[in-house]
């Protein structure tokens, strides 16, 4: 069982930066592939960048379009840890967050964190 908590989530303006992190329990988290989805209101969820662990340290990052070039997912193994660095925010980036671990094929989710982003 992996257990994430996510934080970071807030008001920011158009424009601005948040940072969201993802706490993860487990022993093996630097074999977890990672990621990060959202959900607006009245809108299905939809992904937005996973880091996925290939052998060693090695890991590939992928991102939806909607947010390459803004956005970068990064892990630290150490803190058990995953981050997403939201820049250049806009309106349509408003959503709940939620973190997603996957372990052996099952798949784990945080609670969420809400990001607001005002115009």
């Known amino acids: 069982q992996v257990q994430l908590v996510e934080s970071g989530g807030g008001l920011v303006q158009a424009g601005g930066s948040l940072r969201l992190s993802c706490a993860a329990s487990?022993?093996?988290?630097?074999?977890?592939?990672m990621g990060w989805s959202r959900q607006a209101p009245g809108k299905e969820r939809e992904f937005v960048a996973t880091?996925?662990?290939?052998?060693?340290?090695?890991?590939?990052?992928t991102y939806a379009d909607a947010v390459k070039g803004r956005f970068t997912i990064f892990r630290d193994n150490a803190k058990n840890t995953v981050y997403l660095q939201m820049n250049s925010l806009k309106s349509e980036d408003a959503a709940i967050y939620y973190c997603n671990a996957v372990e052996d094929g099952t798949v784990y989710w945080g609670q969420g964190t809400q990001v607001t982003v005002s115009s």
């Open positions: 880091t996925s662990w290939s052998h060693g340290s090695v890991y590939y990052t």
């Open positions: 487990g022993r093996t988290f630097s074999t977890y592939d």
